[in-house]
């Protein structure tokens, strides 16, 4: 389990909805406790955001974007049995929202990730449900097949874990966005260390896509693989295309 959802925890706050709205005329005093907290937390302040949103939800106690994003911050820092108390908050009272399991599945598989194998194990059941429920509820969750490709590549197969399943979440992720499939077939055969195979899905996924991240992967690749050079020449190739 020592590698469990590494793409859940790396990029969990990537996908954070957060959009600031503030004229010039306004001081600090006329924005609310929850525009302060978003502040805070694009700021990286974690301790100010959890504070400031703190004191909206004293106000709003039942306000969901509230629990939500003190949530976010406590899993934004590592913390993840407490933002796991607020997004199982979340999924019970709106149990018809999609991204309230998934975060929730993913806050738990982090506390299994880092709690000894036995306790771990009796947790991967919900984990699972709680992913599977996302897509249920929104069958265009990109995020939750990720969750699932990696739960289901890092399980032992005698819990469950399993190759043809992860690439069943891939062919999905396939069909929402080329990109994302690409990525998805790239990262089962870099997981089982075919390198080539793993090496012509993230070049695909440069042809189709083009951003940094579909560079990264392949230069990440090529250093796993000992080829360096190469991964110098890919990142050297994205800067090129990219200068402003």
């Given at each position: 389990?020592?590698?469990?959802?590494?793409?859940?925890?790396?990029?969990?706050?990537?996908?954070?909805?957060?959009?600031?709205?503030?004229?010039?005329?306004?001081?600090?005093?006329?924005?609310?406790?929850?525009?302060?907290?978003?502040l805070?937390?694009?700021?990286?302040?974690?301790?100010?955001?959890?504070?400031?949103?703190?004191?909206?939800?004293?106000?709003?106690?039942?306000?969901?974007?509230?629990?939500?994003?003190?949530?976010?911050?406590?899993?934004?820092?590592?913390?993840?049995?407490?933002g796991?108390?607020?997004?199982?908050?979340?999924?019970?009272?709106?149990p018809?929202?999609?991204?309230?399991?998934?975060?929730?599945?993913?806050?738990?598989?982090?506390?299994?990730?880092?709690?000894?194998?036995?306790?771990?194990?009796?947790?991967?059941?919900?984990?699972?449900?709680s992913?599977?429920?996302?897509?249920?509820?929104?069958?265009?969750?990109?995020?939750?097949?990720?969750?699932?490709?990696?739960?289901?590549?890092?399980?032992?197969?005698?819990?469950?874990?399993?190759?043809s399943?992860?690439?069943?979440?891939?062919?999905?992720l396939?069909?929402?966005s080329?990109?994302?499939?690409?990525?998805?077939?790239?990262?089962?055969?870099?997981?089982?260390k075919?390198?080539?195979?793993?090496?012509?899905?993230?070049?695909?996924?440069?042809?189709?896509?083009?951003?940094?991240?579909?560079?990264?992967?392949?230069?990440?690749?090529?250093?796993?693989?000992?080829?360096?050079?190469?991964?110098?020449?890919?990142?050297?190739?994205?800067?090129?295309?990219?200068?402003?």
């Amino acid at each position: 389990m020592t590698a469990f959802l590494p793409i859940f925890e790396q990029n969990f706050t990537m996908r954070l909805a957060l959009f600031f709205v503030f004229a010039f005329s306004f001081s600090v005093c006329s924005q609310s406790d929850f525009q302060k907290g978003e502040l805070a937390f694009a700021k990286k302040d974690y301790p100010k955001a959890i504070e400031w949103f703190s004191k909206h939800l004293d106000e709003h106690p039942d306000d969901p974007a509230t629990l939500e994003s003190i949530g976010d911050v406590y899993c934004a820092q590592n913390k993840w049995k407490s933002g796991l108390s607020y997004f199982e908050k979340l999924k019970t009272r709106f149990p018809k929202n999609a991204d309230y399991h998934y975060k929730y599945g993913g806050a738990l598989g982090m506390v299994a990730k880092n709690s000894n194998k036995f306790k771990a194990l009796g947790m991967i059941g919900d984990v699972t449900e709680s992913f599977e429920k996302a897509l249920e509820l929104n069958p265009k969750h990109i995020d939750a097949r990720w969750a699932l490709i990696e739960l289901y590549l890092e399980l032992p197969g005698i819990v469950g874990g399993s190759e043809s399943k992860a690439k069943r979440y891939a062919s999905e992720l396939a069909k929402l966005s080329p990109v994302d499939g690409h990525l998805a077939n790239g990262r089962i055969a870099e997981y089982y260390k075919r390198w080539s195979e793993a090496e012509k899905h993230y070049k695909n996924a440069i042809a189709v896509g083009g951003s940094k991240t579909c560079y990264q992967k392949l230069a990440d690749l090529y250093k796993k693989s000992n080829q360096p050079e190469k991964a110098r020449e890919t990142m050297a190739e994205y800067s090129q295309k990219n200068k402003s």
